[in-house]
């Protein structure tokens, strides 16, 4: 009967005289340090669909949350003076029309006299000059007519890239200038922007990588840009997410980034025993003996795939952990 403790202290001893795992030691690491920021979900690019002709706004196709293609119309603006200035176009072309016809009669006439030696070769070059200067006022009118036909082209609006329609700040009726915001476009892909406290400015690096809590799921991006100047006591940054929902820009979006590590000892969470309102943690004491130390936990956190509890005080880096001791 006196055996079976002896065969059972000989077990423990062989146990605890067997090399420790990585997990069943108290060991210091470096933890990554998280901070909770809010980022604003943008478009890439976002470019004003300006008016190229000023007048007044006849019709505007599309409103907020329209999608459009590159060089699609959107809108249509209207200069009524370019009708009256095409109208007195119109009536100096039929008025050269008139005076060429006569000129070329006159030079019809001339040749005919000239052939029976009745007029001389001067009066008719100067027939045929007259001819010319006609036909090059008849073709300068018909240039400025067709800038004037350009310019009434330029009144449809035409969207600069294709994207969704973030803003229309006009109605049909308006008055416009030329160069005008008609509507803004927003395309090229959406990102986050992020506005972080300068502190943090050294600790950030592109390339890291950033969790996105969404709609209750977590997402992992990437801090693609970092820009240089600092505004109002922030550093912006863009951040590219897969599947980053675009129902609504600019809404925020809670996420978190890398800002810096800290050295902790941790545990498994499984060595942490919780009894009257302590927390408990078993370690092999002098000769192997297991001993029960009064630990303050801290923070949970997951490294390499398993649970870690964060020991703020009670415990020594390199201290063996007894696991199954109750």
């Known amino acids: 009967m006196l055996r079976r403790p002896a065969i059972a202290l000989s077990l423990v001893t062989l146990v605890l005289a067997l090399p420790a795992a990585a997990e069943d030691l108290v ?9 909770s920021v809010f980022g604003r979900i ?56 008139s005076q060429l016809e006569n000129a070329q009669a006159e030079l019809t006439r001339g040749e005919s006299l000239l052939e029976r030696g009745v007029t001389t070769a001067q009066r008719l070059d100067a027939l045929r000059t007259q001819v010319q200067v006609i036909e090059g ?7 400025e007519r067709e800038v004037l036909v350009q310019r009434e082209a330029e009144g449809a609006v035409l969207a600069p890239i294709a994207g969704t329609v973030l803003q229309v700040p006009l109605t ?14 927003g395309g090229g892909g959406f990102f986050l922007r992020l506005a972080i406290p300068e502190r943090h400015a050294r600790a950030l690096t592109e390339g890291a990588e950033i969790r996105i809590t969404d709609t209750g799921q977590e997402r992992v991006g990437t801090l693609a840009k ?11 940054a863009d951040v590219e997410v897969e599947g980053l929902p675009t129902d609504f820009v600019d809404a925020r979006v809670p996420v978190r980034l890398p800002v810096g590590t800290t050295s902790m000892l941790v545990v498994p969470a499984s060595a942490v025993q919780t009894r009257m309102g302590l927390d408990f943690v078993t370690i092999a004491g002098p000769g192997g003996a297991p001993v029960q130390r009064v630990v303050v936990p801290g923070e949970r956190h997951e490294i390499d795939g398993v649970a870690m509890i964060e020991v703020l005080s009670g415990l020594e880096e390199g201290a063996t952990l007894v696991a199954g001791h109750e």
């Open 137 to 143: 006022q008849i073709d300068a009118t018909r240039s």
């Open 27 to 35: 060991r210091r690491v470096d933890v990554t340090t998280w901070k």
């Open 42 to 97: 943008e478009a890439r690019d976002q470019i004003p669909a300006r008016s190229r002709l000023g007048g007044t706004v006849q019709d505007i196709s599309v409103v907020e949350g329209s999608h459009v293609e590159a060089g699609q119309q959107i809108g249509q603006i209207r200069d009524e003076k370019i009708d009256f200035q095409m109208s007195a176009l119109d009536a100096q072309l039929r008025a050269l029309q």
């Open 172 to 185: 049909a009726g308006s008055v416009v200038m030329q160069g005008e915001v008609v509507a803004e476009i």
């Open 226 to 236: 970092i820009y240089p100047q600092i505004e109002n006591g922030r550093v912006i």
